[in-house]
Structures are given as structure tokens and as C-alpha cells.
């Protein structure tokens, strides 16, 4: 048993947890649960932003990561309103049946 | 500098006032534009002349270079001799004339501003021909006036037969443009220049041409352009066809002025065509020809205009026998004479044809002598000279142009005698068929206004005294030699003794005894058809060149290349754009799951090129 | 022992994430979510990120899940249909994604043959008074400008969340 683990393995994990990530999100037909993958997928980013900053040894990674989560706040607290509008307005949270950018 | 420029654009103006704003003003305001735009130029014309005194020498004005390349410089130039004094005092004065008249003749015609606003522009493009100093400068006004001929045929332009009469003019005009075109071509590459002066004063020093050269193909190629604007065998077909046209239109440009414009060329040129005898024979033909088989055909016709339309083709077969002889300042007398009578003739006819509410037939006329009195009188005058009866304008011009023939060649000058006796004829025949008898048709006559007949008695004067009043050859001497040689006094007499003949026998077929020419035409049977048909030129031409390259255009070029080729191709790109469009719309679907899965399959590919390039880096 | 925690929670996290994308009921897929967000925050800490450590745990884990599961509750959202409409995204997703995955871990191998070992501490500059250093001097417009993007963004809901629209 290896006493440590090389980065690398750090950014395969990011790398599998955005592609789960992409998983829910043309999988699940829950628009809360889209919604969830794609934090998913932020964090995954997130995950690599700070790998690469502790390669580098340099604290702009942190920095970056940190706006998106600023980013990401700003973006549930939109989305779920939006999320909420619609379903007063149409009683569903299947993303399927929201489709009036089809016609 | 003396302005020359105010001259065509001061009628330019009338065009562009009434052109664009005519629509909304009234007819009267409209006319006054139009006359008073001509009245100027004629004013301007005459007083021009009268300050440039005796014109000895040509009066040039340089305003503009238009192009230049090469060695080839052309400027618009305007330039002022006495030939080109005669044309614009006959072009102005008949041209205001005329417009005067038509107050009159279109006041309950639609279209009013229309029609004087392309009256107008045809006088730009006249005087701008008139007034060129270069053959391109002449080319323009030459199409410009054959533009003007097209617009005022087709006038009225809800008639299919005016329409066609138009195109035809416009296209037969088209093969003679084309020669002249290739004239000027000719010209450019072996003097340089398009210059009148400069080119003449490089043809003067060469030799005449004893067999055929290049002087010939430039003349006859010049000829080409001529016989297509002055109605010369073979091209002479529109110009009965062109009595479509309102009457004012006919006696302007079909019979005074743009007409004439070949004769004015062809003297114009005359430099080119005295060095080629051959050149000048063939003019000499072409006018003989074209005036006695002018002159036959109008025999047999029975439209009023018609008539005087194949008078015209055959009056301007006279001129092109004076230039064809190289008398050239006869032709161009003629020319001048030709205007007044001619004109006159049109006027009249337009006037008995107004008075008869449109009737155009002369077997519904007869017996007008006394209910159009002013109308008979002017008429009368015009008949008298365009017969040659001494002391008339015509004969004075008329006797130039057949004593200069028989210099030349005697039989040209018995056939011209001959064609005098004959128009003579068919001249009194409409005449009595239309003023004497009794009354035929069914509509109540009335006399035209004075606004008409004022000027139709100023020509009338002038159809009178224009041949010793206006002694032209004498004025046009330090241009055109006057021919040397006695004035054979027995030359005249034959003459005028077939023109009086002419005269007599109609008298007697029509008025006397008016069962002759039933029988003469039944005796004569299919000659008399065949001339009544106009020697059925028309259906020969229509076989052997409009059919063929009318059934070759449908077959190949719309067929084959528009239908098939051209349509192919541009239905085949909308095909083409709609299936792949089909194709594409799949993508389409609305569902944002599956745009998600494209763009995550997107990236897959994004991300195998980037493992390729990082493996060639490698 | 750097390995085990990493493998640990890298297990952990992979866990949660596959949770949350088979699981049907949004709650369930939340909550497999702040497993996720708990586990990174523990990879940032091996990854001597502590400010970000920390900041995973409140700001994600704690402020935006507990907006989710707000979301969740009032909607009563329940355990999703099973009826397939995209046939598109099943054919083309899952091969894409395994073809995604295989990729970029084999980008990763390739571009980083040699990329050091992972040990705890030895990177130190991710403390809270670094970034607070970073944040104010070199990326304060950045900063400034998230506050007016995070008031935006409040404006935004109030308006979408008010009762009529």
C-alpha cells in the first residue's frame, strides 16, 4: 500500500464525478435533480481548480474555485425560483413536459 | 463661346420638368412647359446664328473631355456649320412648330405630360445629334432619338399593335446601329480620333477609291446605320408600321426630323463617301430603288397615314439619290422642303383624321373640301409641293436632286421622274379620295382649333415659299460644290410635266370617272395584290429571319438552356439546402436532454482531436 | 495514510455521486449531493486547501443543499416517472460518457506521465489569510463585482418568487 496517491488520481476522480454529473443531468428527468447534477459537475471543476493550484503551489486555484461558488449560490438561488415559478404555472417538475422552446 | 449647350438642354429641362413632376399639374401648364422649353431653343438657335455671322468656318465649343484612352480622346464637343445651322433651324423651328400643334391634336388624349415630356427629350437628343462634333457624340443622340421614336409609337400603349409597331421599329433600327457602330470602330482604329474635323482632314489627302478599300467599308458601313434610321431598302419596314404613333409624332420624327437623320450623316460624312465611287453608287441605288418601290406601294394604300408614311420612305429615297450623285447640299435641300411639306401633310392628315373623330380610311372620307375648309387649303399647298408644281418648295428641291442624277447617271434621273409622276399621283389621289366627292363616312366633321391649323398655315407658307426663300445649296456651297454643269432646261420640263401628269390622271380616276381603278386593279389581279401587300417584304422577312430565330430561341435558349440548364441548377441548390435541412431539423427535437447528450458528444470529439494533436506533439 | 483517507473518501464521493443520479426521489439525490461536497471538502484539506475546506462545508453544503432541500419540501416533490422520451440521450449518452471518461483519464495519464505525489502539508498557501490577502489586493474588482452579480441575483428570485408573474 502506497503511502500517498500522485495528483493524477485527484483529477481522475474530478473527471468521473463530472461525468456523473453528466449522467444525471440527460438521464434524470427531474428538473430538481438536473439541477443537482449540475452543482455536481461545478464541484467536480472545483475538485481539479485546487489540484492544479496545489501542483503549481500558487493560491489562484483557490481563488477561482471560490468564485464559482460564488457563481454557483447566485445561480441556485435563480434557478430555483425559476424552478418554483414553473411550477406554479404548470404543476410539473418533469423537464420533459416543459418543452415550449420546441414549438 | 456662344452656349451651344443651352440648345438640346433647355428641351432637356422641359423633359425633366414634366417628366417628373407633369403627372400632378395640369394640361395647360404642361404644354406651356413644353413649347416654351423649344420656343427658347429656337430662339437661341437663331440668335447663336445671327452672332456668329457667316459661318465660314465650323464654330467649335470644347466643354468637357468624356473620355479618354489611350490615344482616343473624346470631348463632349458641340459644333456649329452652316449644315448644321440648316438642320437646327429646321429641327427647332418644325420641331416648335409641331409641338404647338399638338396642344391642339392631344388635348383629350390621356397620357398629356407623357407625351411632351418624350417630345421633348426627343428634341435633346435631335439637336444633340445635330450639334456633335464627334461621330460618338452624334451615336448618342442617334440612339437617344431612336429611343424617343420607340417611347412615342408605343404611346398608346394599351394598343398590342402600337406596342409591336415600337418593338420593330426599335429592333430593325438596332441592325443599322450596328453598322454604324462598326463605321465608328473602323474609324477609331485607322485615324485615331472620332473628331469630325480631325477625321476629315486625315481623309483628305488620300486617293479615291478605285475598287474597294477601306474609305468604302467605312461608307458603306455609315450607309448600313443610315438606311435603319431613314427607312432605305432593306430596312426601311418600320416606318409604316410607326404610324401607330400619335399624328405629331409621325410628322416630328417620322417624317421632319429624326428620319432624316441618315441624309444628315451621309452629308455629314460626305468627305469619306466622295473618295469611294463605289460607295456612292450604292447610295444612289438603295435611294432609287427605295423611292419608286415607295412610291408604288403607296399607290395601293388606303390608311391615310400610310400613305404619306410610304411618301415619306420614297421622298427619302430622293434624298439619298442627291447624296448618291454627290450632290449633297440637294439632298439636304430636300431635306429642308421635305420638313415643311411633309410635315404639313401629317398635320393636315392629323387634322382631317381629328375632325373625322379617329377615322384613318380614305374610303370613308370624300367630300371634306368644304365642311374643313382651312384644312383643304393647307393641305392643298403641301400636295402642290410635294408634286413639283413649279413655284412650289418641292419642285425647287426636286429639280436639284434629278439634274444632279442625270449628271451622275441618266437612268436614275428617268426612274426619279417616273417616282415624281407617281407621287404626284398617289398624292392627289388621297387627296380627291379625302376632300372631293361626296361624304362617305358617318361621323359629323368639324374644323380643328386654331391652336392646330396656326401652325399647319405657317408651314403651309412656308411649304410654298421655302424653295426660293431658303436657296440652300448656294448656302451650303463653301461646303458642297455646287455642281457645275448647264441647267438643261428640258430636264425640267419632263419633270414637271410628269408631275402635273400624275396630277391629271388621279384627277381622272378619282374625280371624273371613279370606276377606273376598280378595273385597273381587277385587270392587274395578282400584281396589284402583291403590291397592295407591300410586296409581302414583311412575310418574307418573317420566314426567313424572324421564324428561324424565333424557333431557335424557344428550342435552345429557353428550352434547353433557361428551362433546363439555368432552372436545374437553381432548383437543384434549393433541393439540395432542403434535404440537408431535412437531415439537420432531426436535431432539433426540443428536448434538452438530447441537446445535452449532443453537446457532451461534441466534447468526446473535442476531446479525441486534443489527444491526437497531444500524442503528434509527443 | 494520505492514500487511505484519499482512497476513502474518493470511494465515499463516487458512491454518493452514483447515488444521486440512480436514485428517483430528489431528497434521496440530495442528500447523496452533500455526501459528495462532504468528501471534497475533506480531498481539499489533503489538498492543503483549508479556506476552501472550509467554505465547501458552509457555503455548499450548508447554504445552497439546505436551499435545495427548502426547494424540495415545498414543492413535495415526489419520486419521478419512469417514462423514457429522448431515446436519443439513452443511445447517445451512455457510450458517449464511457467514451468521455475513458478520454480524459487517458489525457490526464498521458499529458501528466510524472505528476508528484500528494502529501498533506506540503503545499501551505491555502489558509484563510492568503486568499483574504489575494481577494483584496490583486482580484478586488473580481470580488466587487460578484457582490453586484450576488444582489442581481437576489433581485432575481424576489421577482420570480413573488406570487404572481
Same mark, same amino acid.
Given at each position: 500500500?502506497?503511502?500517498?496517491?500522485?495528483?493524477?488520481? /485527484?483529477?481522475?476522480?474530478?473527471?468521473i464525478?463530472?461525468?456523473?454529473?453528466?449522467?444525471?443531468?440527460?438521464?434524470?428527468?427531474n428538473?430538481?435533480?438536473v439541477?443537482?447534477?449540475?452543482?455536481?459537475?461545478?464541484?467536480?471543476?472545483?475538485?481539479?481548480?485546487?489540484?492544479?493550484?496545489?501542483q503549481?503551489?500558487?493560491?489562484?486555484? *483557490?481563488?477561482?474555485?471560490?468564485?464559482?461558488?460564488?457563481?454557483?449560490?447566485?445561480?441556485?438561488?435563480v434557478g430555483?425560483?425559476?424552478?418554483?415559478?414553473?411550477?406554479?404555472?404548470?404543476?410539473?417538475?418533469?423537464?420533459?413536459?416543459?418543452?415550449?422552446?420546441?414549438? | 463661346?456662344?452656349?451651344?449647350?443651352?440648345?438640346?438642354l433647355?428641351?432637356?429641362?422641359?423633359?425633366?420638368i414634366?417628366?417628373?413632376i407633369?403627372?400632378?399639374?395640369?394640361?395647360?401648364?404642361?404644354?406651356?412647359?413644353?413649347? !416654351?422649353?423649344?420656343a427658347?431653343?429656337?430662339?437661341? $438657335?437663331?440668335?447663336?446664328?445671327?452672332?456668329?455671322g457667316?459661318?465660314?468656318?465650323? *464654330?467649335?465649343? *470644347?466643354?468637357?473631355?468624356?473620355?479618354?484612352?489611350?490615344?482616343?480622346?473624346?470631348? $463632349?464637343?458641340?459644333?456649329?456649320?452652316?449644315?448644321?445651322?440648316?438642320?437646327?433651324l429646321?429641327?427647332?423651328? &418644325?420641331?416648335?412648330?409641331? *409641338?404647338? /400643334?399638338?396642344?391642339?391634336?392631344?388635348?383629350?388624349?390621356?397620357?398629356? /405630360?407623357?407625351f411632351?415630356?418624350?417630345?421633348?427629350?426627343?428634341?435633346?437628343?435631335?439637336?444633340?445629334?445635330?450639334?456633335?462634333?464627334?461621330?460618338?457624340?452624334?451615336f448618342?443622340?442617334?440612339?437617344?432619338?431612336?429611343?424617343?421614336?420607340?417611347?412615342?409609337?408605343?404611346? /398608346?400603349?394599351?394598343?398590342?399593335?402600337?406596342?409591336?409597331?415600337?418593338?420593330?421599329?426599335?429592333?430593325?433600327?438596332?441592325?443599322?446601329?450596328?453598322?454604324?457602330?462598326?463605321?465608328?470602330?473602323?474609324?477609331? &482604329?485607322?485615324?485615331?480620333?472620332?473628331?469630325?474635323?480631325?477625321?476629315?482632314?486625315?481623309?483628305?489627302?488620300?486617293?479615291?477609291?478605285?475598287?474597294?478599300?477601306?474609305?468604302?467599308?467605312?461608307?458603306?458601313?455609315?450607309?448600313?446605320?443610315?438606311?435603319g434610321?431613314?427607312?432605305?431598302v432593306?430596312?426601311?419596314?418600320?416606318?409604316?408600321?410607326?404610324?401607330e404613333?400619335?399624328?405629331?409624332?409621325?410628322?416630328?420624327?417620322?417624317?421632319?426630323?429624326?428620319?432624316?437623320?441618315?441624309?444628315?450623316?451621309?452629308?455629314?460624312a460626305s468627305?469619306?463617301?466622295?473618295?469611294?465611287?463605289?460607295?456612292?453608287?450604292?447610295?444612289?441605288?438603295?435611294?432609287?430603288?427605295?423611292?419608286?418601290?415607295?412610291a408604288?406601294?403607296g399607290?395601293?394604300?388606303?390608311?391615310? %397615314?400610310?400613305?404619306?408614311?410610304? =411618301?415619306?420612305?420614297?421622298?427619302?429615297?430622293?434624298?439619298?439619290?442627291?447624296?448618291?450623285?454627290?450632290?449633297?447640299?440637294?439632298?439636304?435641300?430636300?431635306?429642308?422642303?421635305?420638313?415643311?411639306?411633309?410635315?404639313?401633310?401629317?398635320?393636315?392628315?392629323?387634322?382631317?383624321?381629328?375632325?373625322?373623330?379617329?377615322?384613318?380610311?380614305?374610303?370613308h372620307?370624300?367630300?371634306?373640301?368644304?365642311?374643313?375648309?382651312?384644312?383643304?387649303?393647307?393641305?392643298?399647298?403641301?400636295?402642290?409641293?410635294?408634286?413639283?408644281?413649279?413655284?412650289?418648295?418641292?419642285?425647287?428641291?426636286?429639280?436639284?436632286?434629278?439634274?444632279?442624277?442625270?449628271?451622275?447617271s441618266?437612268?436614275?434621273?428617268?426612274?426619279?421622274?417616273?417616282?415624281?409622276?407617281?407621287?404626284?399621283?398617289?398624292?392627289?389621289?388621297?387627296?380627291?379620295?379625302?376632300?372631293?366627292?361626296?361624304?362617305?363616312?358617318?361621323?359629323?366633321?368639324?374644323?380643328s382649333?386654331?391652336?392646330?391649323?396656326?401652325?399647319?398655315? &405657317?408651314?403651309?407658307?412656308?411649304?410654298?415659299?421655302?424653295?426660293?426663300?431658303?436657296?440652300?445649296?448656294?448656302?451650303?456651297?463653301?461646303?458642297?460644290?455646287?455642281?457645275?454643269?448647264?441647267?438643261?432646261?428640258?430636264?425640267?420640263?419632263?419633270?414637271?410635266?410628269?408631275?402635273?401628269?400624275?396630277?391629271?390622271?388621279?384627277f381622272?380616276?378619282?374625280?371624273?370617272?371613279?370606276?377606273?381603278?376598280?378595273?385597273?386593279?381587277?385587270?392587274?389581279?395578282?400584281?396589284?395584290?402583291?403590291?397592295?401587300? %407591300?410586296?409581302?417584304?414583311d412575310?418574307?422577312?418573317?420566314?426567313?429571319?424572324?421564324?428561324?430565330?424565333v424557333?431557335?430561341?424557344?428550342?435552345l435558349?429557353?428550352?434547353?438552356?433557361?428551362a433546363?440548364?439555368?432552372?436545374?441548377i437553381?432548383?437543384?441548390?434549393?433541393?439540395?439546402?432542403?434535404?440537408?435541412?431535412?437531415?439537420?431539423?432531426?436535431?432539433?427535437?426540443?428536448?434538452?436532454?438530447?441537446? !445535452?447528450?449532443?453537446?457532451?458528444?461534441?466534447?468526446?470529439?473535442?476531446l479525441?482531436?486534443?489527444?491526437?494533436?497531444?500524442?503528434?506533439?509527443? | 495514510?494520505?492514500?487511505?483517507?484519499?482512497?476513502?473518501?474518493?470511494a465515499? !464521493?463516487?458512491?454518493?455521486?452514483?447515488?444521486?443520479?440512480?436514485?428517483?426521489?430528489?431528497?434521496?439525490?440530495?442528500?447523496?449531493?452533500?455526501?459528495?461536497?462532504? =468528501?471534497?471538502?475533506?480531498?481539499?484539506?489533503?489538498?492543503?486547501?483549508?479556506?476552501?475546506?472550509?467554505?465547501?462545508?458552509?457555503?455548499?453544503?450548508?447554504?445552497?443543499? $439546505?436551499l435545495?432541500?427548502?426547494?424540495?419540501?415545498?414543492?413535495?416533490?415526489?419520486?419521478?416517472?419512469?417514462?423514457?422520451?429522448?431515446i436519443?440521450? %439513452?443511445?447517445?449518452?451512455?457510450?458517449?460518457?464511457?467514451?468521455?471518461?475513458?478520454?480524459?483519464?487517458?489525457?490526464?495519464?498521458?499529458?501528466l506521465?510524472?505528476?508528484?505525489e500528494?502529501?498533506?502539508?506540503?503545499?501551505?498557501?491555502?489558509?484563510?489569510?492568503?486568499?483574504?490577502?489575494?481577494?483584496?489586493?490583486?482580484?478586488?474588482?473580481?470580488?466587487?463585482?460578484?457582490?453586484?452579480?450576488?444582489?442581481?441575483?437576489?433581485?432575481?428570485? &424576489?421577482?420570480?418568487?413573488?406570487?404572481?408573474?
Amino acid at each position: 500500500m502506497p503511502t500517498s496517491v500522485p495528483l493524477n488520481w /485527484y483529477l481522475i476522480l474530478s473527471a468521473i464525478l463530472f461525468g456523473l454529473g453528466i449522467a444525471g443531468f440527460v438521464f434524470r428527468r427531474n428538473i430538481i435533480t438536473v439541477f443537482m447534477s449540475i452543482e455536481l459537475m461545478l464541484n467536480a471543476v472545483n475538485l481539479s481548480f485546487i489540484s492544479f493550484s496545489y501542483q503549481l503551489r500558487h493560491v489562484d486555484g *483557490h481563488i477561482f474555485s471560490f468564485f464559482v461558488m460564488v457563481v454557483a449560490a447566485a445561480e441556485a438561488a435563480v434557478g430555483l425560483a425559476i424552478i418554483l415559478t414553473v411550477f406554479k404555472n404548470r404543476a410539473t417538475l418533469a423537464i420533459d413536459d416543459v418543452s415550449s422552446m420546441k414549438n | 463661346m456662344q452656349h451651344l449647350w443651352l440648345i438640346p438642354l433647355l428641351p432637356l429641362a422641359g423633359f425633366l420638368i414634366n417628366g417628373l413632376i407633369g403627372k400632378r399639374l395640369p394640361n395647360f401648364p404642361v404644354s406651356v412647359i413644353a413649347v !416654351a422649353s423649344v420656343a427658347l431653343s429656337f430662339g437661341w $438657335v437663331l440668335k447663336t446664328l445671327s452672332a456668329l455671322g457667316p459661318l465660314e468656318t465650323a *464654330h467649335v465649343e *470644347h466643354y468637357y473631355t468624356w473620355f479618354q484612352s489611350g490615344t482616343l480622346n473624346v470631348g $463632349v464637343d458641340l459644333a456649329v456649320d452652316r449644315l448644321t445651322a440648316v438642320m437646327l433651324l429646321v429641327v427647332t423651328g &418644325v420641331g416648335l412648330l409641331i *409641338h404647338i /400643334y399638338a396642344i391642339g391634336y392631344m388635348a383629350h388624349e390621356g397620357g398629356y /405630360y407623357r407625351f411632351f415630356s418624350y417630345m421633348n427629350l426627343f428634341m435633346f437628343f435631335m439637336l444633340t445629334l445635330v450639334l456633335g462634333a464627334n461621330f460618338l457624340l452624334m451615336f448618342v443622340g442617334w440612339e437617344g432619338v431612336g429611343l424617343c421614336s420607340y417611347l412615342l409609337i408605343g404611346f /398608346y400603349t394599351l394598343k398590342k399593335s402600337a406596342g409591336d409597331a415600337a418593338k420593330k421599329a426599335f429592333i430593325v433600327n438596332r441592325i443599322g446601329d450596328f453598322g454604324f457602330s462598326l463605321a465608328m470602330f473602323l474609324v477609331v &482604329v485607322n485615324f485615331g480620333s472620332l473628331d469630325f474635323q480631325k477625321v476629315f482632314d486625315a481623309v483628305r489627302p488620300m486617293p479615291v477609291e478605285q475598287s474597294a478599300g477601306l474609305l468604302t467599308a467605312i461608307a458603306l458601313l455609315f450607309f448600313v446605320g443610315a438606311t435603319g434610321k431613314s427607312a432605305q431598302v432593306p430596312l426601311y419596314v418600320w416606318l409604316p408600321d410607326a404610324m401607330e404613333g400619335p399624328t405629331p409624332v409621325s410628322a416630328l420624327i417620322h417624317a421632319a426630323t429624326m428620319v432624316t437623320a441618315g441624309v444628315y450623316m451621309t452629308a455629314r460624312a460626305s468627305v469619306i463617301f466622295e473618295r469611294s465611287p463605289m460607295a456612292m453608287d450604292v447610295v444612289a441605288v438603295v435611294g432609287v430603288v427605295t423611292a419608286a418601290m415607295a412610291a408604288t406601294i403607296g399607290i395601293t394604300q388606303f390608311d391615310i %397615314k400610310k400613305v404619306f408614311a410610304y =411618301s415619306t420612305v420614297s421622298q427619302l429615297g430622293y434624298m439619298f439619290i442627291a447624296c448618291g450623285a454627290g450632290a449633297f447640299s440637294a439632298g439636304i435641300y430636300h431635306l429642308v422642303t421635305h420638313a415643311f411639306f411633309k410635315a404639313l401633310l401629317f398635320l393636315g392628315a392629323g387634322s382631317v383624321i381629328h375632325a373625322l373623330g379617329g377615322e384613318q380610311d380614305l374610303r370613308h372620307m370624300g367630300g371634306l373640301m368644304k365642311k374643313i375648309p382651312i384644312t383643304f387649303g393647307v393641305l392643298a399647298c403641301a400636295w402642290l409641293a410635294i408634286s413639283g408644281v413649279p413655284g412650289f418648295s418641292g419642285f425647287y428641291s426636286k429639280d436639284e436632286i434629278l439634274m444632279a442624277a442625270h449628271h451622275s447617271s441618266p437612268w436614275i434621273y428617268w426612274v426619279g421622274v417616273v417616282t415624281a409622276g407617281m407621287t404626284a399621283f398617289y398624292v392627289s389621289r388621297a387627296m380627291f379620295l379625302c376632300f372631293f366627292g361626296s361624304y362617305r363616312g358617318h361621323h359629323h366633321p368639324h374644323e380643328s382649333p386654331f391652336v392646330m391649323w396656326g401652325p399647319l398655315g &405657317v408651314l403651309a407658307v412656308l411649304s410654298v415659299i421655302g424653295g426660293w426663300c431658303f436657296n440652300v445649296p448656294h448656302y451650303l456651297a463653301p461646303m458642297f460644290p455646287l455642281a457645275e454643269g448647264a441647267h438643261d432646261e428640258t430636264l425640267v420640263y419632263i419633270s414637271v410635266a410628269f408631275g402635273l401628269g400624275g396630277i391629271a390622271l388621279a384627277f381622272l380616276m378619282y374625280v371624273v370617272s371613279p370606276g377606273i381603278p376598280d378595273v385597273i386593279a381587277n385587270a392587274l389581279g395578282p400584281i396589284y395584290r402583291l403590291v397592295y401587300h %407591300k410586296y409581302l417584304v414583311d412575310e418574307l422577312y418573317g420566314a426567313v429571319i424572324v421564324s428561324p430565330l424565333v424557333n431557335g430561341s424557344r428550342a435552345l435558349l429557353w428550352r434547353f438552356m433557361d428551362a433546363g440548364l439555368i432552372d436545374g441548377i437553381v432548383n437543384g441548390t434549393a433541393t439540395m439546402s432542403r434535404t440537408v435541412g431535412g437531415v439537420l431539423r432531426l436535431f432539433q427535437s426540443g428536448s434538452i436532454r438530447s441537446y !445535452a447528450a449532443w453537446v457532451t458528444v461534441g466534447c468526446v470529439v473535442l476531446l479525441m482531436v486534443l489527444g491526437v494533436m497531444a500524442g503528434g506533439v509527443q | 495514510m494520505d492514500a487511505i483517507l484519499f482512497l476513502l473518501f474518493a470511494a465515499i !464521493a463516487v458512491a454518493c455521486g452514483i447515488n444521486l443520479v440512480v436514485q428517483t426521489h430528489p431528497i434521496s439525490s440530495a442528500l447523496s449531493l452533500i455526501g459528495v461536497m462532504a =468528501s471534497l471538502a475533506v480531498l481539499y484539506l489533503l489538498l492543503g486547501a483549508e479556506f476552501m475546506a472550509a467554505a465547501q462545508m458552509i457555503v455548499y453544503a450548508g447554504a445552497i443543499m $439546505v436551499l435545495f432541500v427548502f426547494t424540495i419540501m415545498l414543492l413535495n416533490a415526489g419520486a419521478e416517472q419512469r417514462k423514457g422520451k429522448s431515446i436519443i440521450a %439513452k443511445v447517445l449518452g451512455v457510450p458517449a460518457l464511457i467514451a468521455f471518461l475513458g478520454l480524459v483519464s487517458f489525457l490526464i495519464q498521458s499529458l501528466l506521465p510524472r505528476s508528484e505525489e500528494v502529501k498533506f502539508g506540503a503545499f501551505t498557501g491555502g489558509t484563510a489569510q492568503a486568499i483574504g490577502k489575494k481577494l483584496f489586493t490583486e482580484y478586488l474588482l473580481p470580488f466587487e463585482v460578484t457582490s453586484v452579480l450576488i444582489l442581481v441575483a437576489i433581485l432575481g428570485a &424576489v421577482v420570480l418568487a413573488r406570487k404572481e408573474i
